[in-house]
C-alpha cells in the first residue's frame, strides 16, 4: 500500500457481514484488513449460536459468486413453500396450527430456473464456510482474537488504534461490528429503536415426518412462532414469548418444554423431539440514523438490527456487502480512494432506504398480528387469504422476500465483481 496505508479497507467485525464483505471487497481488487474481537474457538464451536438462517436466493447468488456455493450447498435445505397463518394455540375446543385463512407462497411460481424461495442455512455451517473463505485468501489479512479501541481521522483516512495499541491506517474503515457496534458509537451515528417485550427461543427440532421444504410462520398472540426446514427430518424453530415466560420455557425440564411446543407447533410432523440446547435471544429494533460519516460506512447489524419474524436480519447485512462492495471497488477503479464521499453517499443512497422500510415493515406485521383483538384478527386473516387469492401480490411479496426487487447490485445478481 502506498501513502503509509495499511490497506484500502479495514473492516471492523468478522461476523457473517464483515466476513462477506471482506471477500468481495478482495474479489473487486480492494486490500483488506479484517479485524475480529471473538474467538475461533468459541464461535466455531456447535453450541455457539443455534439459529440458522432463512438466505434469500439472491444472497445465495452473491455466496456463490464468492466461492462459498462448494461449503454451503451440502448443508443447505432449499425452502420450497413458505405458508403464513394465524395460528393458534392448542386448547379446549382449538386444535393448534395453522388457521384455515392463510398466505401459500410457492417457489415454483416465481419462474426464476427452479431457484427455491431461500435456503435454510444453519449458523454454524455459515461461520465455518465463511472462515475458511477468509483464511484460504492470502490477501486477507486478518486479525483475530482483537478489538477495534479507538478511531482517528483527517481528511484523507482514518486511524484505528486495536486493543493491543498497534495502529492501522486506511482511507475507509468499515463498521460491521454488530448491534453494540463500537465504530457507530465511536464516530457519534446515534440510533433509534426500542426494546420488543419478549425474546426469541430458538431450538432444532426432530420430527418422524418429513418437512418437505415448507416452512411455517403462525402468528399467536404472545408472538410469531416459526418452524424452518433443516437438512433430513429436522427443523429449527424461532418462538417469541414475553420475557419471564420465555426463560422459564428455556429453564423448564425438556419433556415439559416439548408439551408446551407441541401445542403451537401441532401434530403435522408426528413425534418431535428435541436436538441440541435450547437458546435465548431478546428481541429490539435498532437503527442508526444514517449508514455513513466521513471515511466510515456501517453495514448489516451495525446499522439496522430488525425483528427476525421474515428472516431477513442477515439477507440486509448481506445486501449493504454486495452495494458497499461495489460502491467502493468503482470508486477505486476510476482513481478515487475506497473511502471516497462519492462512494459511500452512493451506498447510503442505495440501502438506506430497503433496510428502514423492512425494519418498519416487521414493525407493522409484528404489532398487528402479535395480539388477539377480534376485529384485528378477523381483518388479518381476511388480508392474507385476500393476499393468496391476488397472484401478482402474491409473487411481488415473494420478489421482495428474495432480495431480487428493485436495482440490484452486481453480487446479487450473481456476477462477480472480478475486473
Ligand atoms: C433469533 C434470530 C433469528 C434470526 N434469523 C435470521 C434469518 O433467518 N435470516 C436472516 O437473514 N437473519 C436472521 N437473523 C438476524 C441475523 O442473525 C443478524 O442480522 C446477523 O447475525 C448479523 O450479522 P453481523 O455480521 O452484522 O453481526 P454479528 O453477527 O453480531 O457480528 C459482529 C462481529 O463483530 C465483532 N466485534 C464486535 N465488536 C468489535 C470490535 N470492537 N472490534 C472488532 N470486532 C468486533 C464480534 O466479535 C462479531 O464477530 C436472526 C436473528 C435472531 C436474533
Known sequence: MSNGFDADVIVSGGGPVGQTLALALDQGGASVLLVDASKPSETLAPSFDGRAFAIAFSSFRMWRALGL???????????????????EVAGPGRRGGPSPLHLHFDGAELGEDGEPLGLMLE????????????RAQSSIRMIQPMSVAGIERDAVSVTATLADGRRLRAPLLVGADGRRSFVRNATGVRTIGWDYPVTAIVATIQHE???????????????????LPLTGERSNIVWAEPRAAAEALLKMPEADFLAELRLRFGDFLGALSLEGPRFGYPLSLQLAERMIDARVALAGDAAHGIHPLAGQGLNLGLKDCAALAECVCDAMAVGLDAGDVSALERYQRWRRFDNVSMALGMEFFDKMFSNSITPLRAARRIGLAAVNAAGPARRFFMKYAGGAAGDLPKLLKGESLAA
Not at 456455493?69 to 395460528?87: C, K, N, W, Y
Not at 449458523?123 to 477468509?134: E, I, K, M, N, T
Not at 415426518?209 to 418452524?227: C, K, Q, W
Open 69 to 87: 456455493a462448494d461449503a454451503l450447498e451440502p448443508v443447505a435445505q432449499p425452502i420450497r413453500q413458505i405458508m403464513v397463518t394465524d395460528g
Open 123 to 134: 449458523a454454524r455451517h455459515v461461520r465455518a464456510a465463511l472462515d475458511a473463505a477468509v
Open 209 to 227: 415426518l418429513s418437512h418437505e421444504g415448507v416452512a411455517h410462520e403462525y402468528f399467536l398472540p404472545n408472538g410469531p412462532f416459526a418452524i
